[in-house]
């Protein structure tokens, strides 16, 4: 099981490390986000990435020394949690989150309302829908959830 939850600095994210954490996100993403076709996931792939790259807080998953799954944080935001599908309902993003609420005061999260399963898990974890948008922050359309803890 989980091992390790890893903080990586900017300067620490390889190009072999962002690989591995864009394999976890397709995965998850075709596990989870039914409403996406894979277009749309080699789309997205580029956003995806650039994300990992630059967002203020990435936390990593190992399960022994490989990645199972992430978090991304920026400005008290979830901005990314994503687990291999092998992990899905073990706990895990829960343990993400509850580091975030404690660690970095996490207030904030975005949910694609077409992925119910996240919807629900959210609301379990605290956070209640204040804001409903059309289209993600990227102008695609894909209905957005705004919530807040």
């Known amino acids: 099981m989980v091992t390790n939850i890893i903080d990586i600095e ?3 994210r390889s190009q072999v490390l962002i690989d591995k954490l864009l394999e976890i996100w397709k995965a998850s993403v075709r596990a989870s986000h039914h409403f996406l076709t894979e277009t749309d996931i080699a789309r997205l792939t580029p956003q995806a990435e650039g994300a ?3 967002i203020e ?3 990593v998953m190992e399960d022994g020394n490989c990645p199972v799954g992430f978090m991304g944080v920026q400005e008290r935001k979830i901005e990314m949690l994503f687990l291999h599908p092998d992990y899905f309902r ?3 993003g829960k343990m993400l989150v509850g580091r975030a609420f404690r660690d970095l005061d996490v207030e904030y999260v975005d949910v694609n309302e077409q992925n119910s399963n996240a919807k629900e898990f959210y ?3 605290g956070f209640k829908t204040f804001k409903r948008n059309e289209c993600d922050s990227e102008g695609n359309p894909f209905p957005i959830l705004e919530m807040r803890r």
Request: charged letters at 35%.
């Open 10 to 12: 900017k300067s620490q």
């Open 52 to 54: 990992l790259r630059y």
């Open 57 to 59: 807080t990435l936390w």
């Open 90 to 92: 073990k706990g895990l």
């Open 123 to 125: 609301e379990r974890m």
